[in-house]
């Protein structure tokens, strides 16, 4: 059973930068796609990004020249979200998962809402202070 624990939120100030971590035992995470999500408060989950690992490097659900970038670790079973340019609007739980049996980034990270995605964390929890 594929287990994943989010780390690296907080507090920062607007214009700064966090790096979330999204550690997994049980499974190796370049077997999986793996996303980013996050809800604020009163809103819905919405997909950040996400990641499907391939021989050849990987695929993304984006352009990865915004101002959130997602990668992986091998050698540490992890995946990452470095957030640039923090926004108040940013602030919200983000949220790790991963599944097998997607193996498109953009249909994990645009239909998620209508998947039953296999593996969540429990959240790390981002506040942008203006």
């Known amino acids: 059973q594929l287990q994943l624990v989010e780390s690296g939120g907080g507090l920062v100030q607007a214009g700064g930068s966090l790096t979330l971590s999204c550690t997994a035992s049980?499974?190796?995470?370049?077997?999986?796609?793996v996303g980013w999500f996050r809800q604020a408060p009163g809103k819905e989950l919405e997909g950040v990004s996400c990641?499907?690992?391939?021989?050849?490097?990987?695929d993304y659900s984006d352009s990865q020249k915004g101002r959130f970038t997602i990668s992986g670790d091998n050698a540490k079973n992890a995946v990452y979200l470095q957030l640039n340019d923090l926004e108040p609007e940013d602030s919200a739980i983000y949220y790790c998962?991963?599944?097998?049996?997607?193996?498109?980034?953009?249909?994990?990270?645009?239909?998620?809402?209508?998947?039953?995605?296999?593996?969540w964390g429990q959240g790390t929890r981002v506040t942008v202070s203006s």
């Open positions: 998962a991963a599944d097998r049996a997607i193996t498109a980034p953009q249909v994990m990270c645009l239909l998620h809402s209508i998947l039953s995605i296999h593996s």
């Open positions: 990641v499907t690992f391939t021989d050849s490097g990987a």
């Open positions: 049980g499974g190796v995470l370049r077997d999986y796609t």
